[in-house]
């Protein structure tokens, strides 16, 4: 069965600093997505960024990018200049990519990142 | 945008009664999730949903059901709430092969 850790319970990083929360997962498959996902405060679930382990080239979107070692099963997110709003839990998740899957999440415990103005 | 909705942000409800949380999606997305987080234990699965009528048990399916009598409309019964069904729940969908969104969350309070 596949294991998602999240070994940083809470994090904290200075405003405009850049800051990388850690996730490692354990899985015999080959093919899967990863996922970051953030939860503000009192706020609703949604995604920061996506990777295909079939893809070599780390995601990035915005000042969000990810170090994925697939040989390592590592994923970690960089955070780069980090705002007031970046202050939330996030959460790493693997999902498995073959035919028939039906979309189940395999979630982390969670980091709760605090950005000091 | 995907948009997932659920019918409450807050509930307050007393032991033994019947809840129903209701989850609606309107992108056409085969599967839907319901789960449940706590402080300290993340997310954990309680059901899910691959295609009308079909559910499958998460990791925590006691003391509840679901029901998916439309694609859009996925809904949680707790028949019969417990104290310690206090919780957030959260509601999910997703297509056979794109990533999952989240709705807003029911904060659920049993007495």
């Known amino acids: 069965a596949q294991t998602v850790t999240q070994s940083q319970p809470e994090m904290s990083v200075q405003e405009a600093e850049t800051v990388t929360l850690s996730c490692t997962y354990d899985?015999?498959?080959?093919?899967?997505?990863l996922f970051w996902y953030k939860q503000p405060p009192s706020r609703q679930m949604i995604l920061v960024i996506r990777?295909?382990?079939?893809?070599?080239q780390n995601a990035t979107e915005n000042r969000f990018s990810v170090n994925f070692q697939k040989a390592a099963k590592s994923f970690s997110l960089k955070i780069s200049d980090s705002q007031l709003g970046d202050a939330a839990m996030y959460f790493c998740?693997?999902?498995?990519?073959?035919?028939?899957?039906?979309?189940?999440?395999?979630f982390g415990q969670g980091t709760t990142l605090q950005v000091k103005p | 945008d995907v948009k997932v909705t659920q019918s409450s942000r807050y509930l307050v409800k007393r032991t033994g009664e019947k809840v129903f949380l209701e989850c609606v999606q309107d992108?056409?997305?085969?599967?839907m999730f319901w789960y449940r987080q706590d402080p300290g234990l993340g997310l954990r699965l309680i059901y899910f949903?691959?295609?009308?009528?079909?559910?499958e048990k998460g990791d925590i399916p006691e003391g509840y059901s679901v029901s998916r009598e439309k694609k859009e409309r996925f809904s949680l019964i707790l028949e019969s709430a417990s104290t310690n069904q206090t919780s957030m729940y959260l509601c999910?969908?997703?297509?056979?092969?794109?990533?999952?969104?989240f709705g807003p969350g029911t904060r659920l309070t049993v007495l």
């Open positions: 999910a969908s997703s297509g056979r092969r794109s990533t999952q969104y």
């Open positions: 899985t015999s498959e080959s093919d899967y997505y």
């Open positions: 990777q295909e382990a079939y893809k070599q």
């Open positions: 998740a693997y999902r498995t990519y073959g035919s028939g899957n039906t979309g189940k999440l395999i």
């Open positions: 992108m056409d997305h085969e599967n």
């Open positions: 949903s691959y295609d009308v009528k079909m559910k």
